[in-house]
C-alpha cells in the first residue's frame, strides 16, 4: 500500500516570489508520482508526472518538481508564482500496474498575495 | 486533450431521495473509471473501482448498497447515492483511464451533492 504526506496545509507566498510545496511518499514497490491542482468547485487538473527516466520533470504553468527516492520525496517548485497560481494543490501516487489507482495527499492550499 | 464530463455539476436533493450522477468519456473509451469523494478542505478518498461490464470494486469502508456504481458502457459510468442523508453531501469526483495512444487518467469537473 502506499500513502503520501504533504507537509504544509497552506502556503501563502507574495506574487513574482518562488515556492517549493512538499511531498513525501511511502511505498513498498516503485511508483508513479503525480502533481494535480485544483481549482475551487473544479475537478483535478494534471500539472505533471513522472513515471521514469529524468528525475527533473517539468509540467505545465511553469511548475517543476524533482523526484528524490532516497528521500522518498516529489516536491513541487515553481520560480515565479502569479495571482493565477491561487488553488489547490494535491501529490499523488500510484503503482505501476495498470489504470493508476491514485492514492492522493491531504493537500496544499496555496494562496498567492499582491 | 481527453474530455470526461460530469453531470449534474450541482444537485440538491430530499433526505431519502436517491440520486444519480453520470461521468463520461467523451472522446475515448475507458475501461477503467474511478469514483472519489471529497468534503470541504479535504483531500480525494477513493471509493471505487468501476469496470467496464463487471461488479466495482469499493474501498474499505465504502457502502456497496449505498453507493451503487454502474460501469455498462466503455464511455459511461454512473453513481447513484441511495436513500441520501445529510452525511452524504460532499464533492464526488470521477476519473477515467485511456489505456490508448499512452494510459493516462483525466478527471471529471465534479458534482457537489447537497442532501437537504
Known amino acids: 500500500a502506499q500513502s503520501v504526506t504533504q507537509l504544509d496545509s497552506q502556503v501563502p507566498v507574495f506574487e513574482e516570489a518562488p515556492v517549493e510545496l512538499r511531498c513525501n511518499y511511502s511505498?513498498?514497490?516503485?511508483?508513479?508520482l503525480f502533481w494535480y491542482v485544483q481549482y475551487p468547485n473544479q475537478g483535478l487538473q494534471l500539472l505533471l508526472k513522472?513515471?521514469?527516466?529524468?528525475?527533473l520533470v517539468k509540467g505545465i504553468n511553469g511548475f517543476e518538481a524533482e523526484f528524490n527516492k532516497s528521500q522518498t520525496s516529489f516536491h513541487l517548485r515553481k520560480p515565479s508564482v502569479h495571482i493565477s497560481d491561487t488553488a489547490e494543490y494535491f501529490c499523488a501516487v500510484s503503482d505501476r500496474g495498470g489504470a493508476q489507482k491514485l492514492v492522493f495527499g491531504q493537500g496544499t492550499r496555496l494562496t498567492i498575495n499582491p | 486533450g481527453a474530455v470526461v464530463s460530469q453531470h449534474p455539476s450541482w444537485v440538491i436533493c430530499k433526505s431519502g431521495t436517491s440520486v444519480k450522477i453520470e461521468c463520461r468519456s467523451l472522446d475515448f473509451q475507458a475501461t477503467t473509471m474511478f469514483w472519489y469523494r471529497q468534503f470541504p478542505k479535504q483531500s480525494l478518498m477513493l471509493m471505487a473501482t468501476?469496470?467496464?461490464?463487471?461488479?466495482?470494486?469499493?474501498e474499505q469502508g465504502v457502502e456497496k448498497d449505498k453507493f451503487l456504481i454502474n460501469h455498462a458502457s466503455l464511455t459511461l459510468s454512473t453513481l447513484t447515492v441511495t436513500s441520501a442523508h445529510p452525511e452524504d453531501s460532499s464533492f464526488y469526483i470521477c476519473s477515467a483511464h485511456r489505456d490508448r495512444p499512452t494510459g493516462e487518467l483525466f478527471f471529471g469537473e465534479g458534482s457537489r451533492l447537497t442532501v437537504l
Open positions: 513522472y513515471l521514469s527516466g529524468s528525475t
Open positions: 468501476s469496470n467496464e461490464g463487471s461488479k466495482a470494486t469499493y
Open positions: 511505498s513498498s514497490v516503485s511508483v508513479y
